[in-house]
């Protein structure tokens, strides 16, 4: 089992910036890929970014590549998620999720946090 906690989430102004972090607990981390996904109110959930075990491959989606940065601290358990020029649309809950492996299809993987609120103002 792998426990997930997201931190990091709040209110900033569009053109601001955010880190998100994923804190884990329970097995060992470093054998788990992470990717971070969004949901916006009334829309589906949306992936955001990935990263694998080692940190040496990260994926992204268009929407935020150039923007977003997803790196990881096995040392620490901890995955992050530095968000700059945030826009209005990124505005979502985020979430951190692990797996076997890294993916953009949220059904791959099995853990998943709670989730932080980031709202973006314009």
């Known amino acids: 089992q792998v426990q997930l906690v997201e931190s990091g989430g709040g209110l900033v102004q569009a053109g601001g910036s955010l880190r998100l972090s994923c804190a884990a607990s329970g097995r060992a981390f470093s054998t788990y890929a992470v990717g971070w996904f969004r949901q916006a109110p009334g829309k589906d959930r949306q992936f955001v970014a990935a990263i694998n075990r080692s940190g040496g491959s990260t994926y992204y989606a268009d929407s935020v590549k150039g923007r977003f940065t997803i790196s990881r601290d096995n040392a620490k358990n901890t995955v992050y998620l530095q968000m700059n020029s945030l826009k209005p649309e990124d505005t979502a809950v985020y979430y951190c999720?692990?797996?076997?492996?890294?993916?953009?299809?949220?059904?791959?993987?099995?853990?998943w946090g709670q989730g932080t609120q980031v709202t973006v103002s314009s």
């Open positions: 999720a692990a797996g076997l492996g890294s993916s953009t299809y949220s059904g791959i993987y099995n853990y």
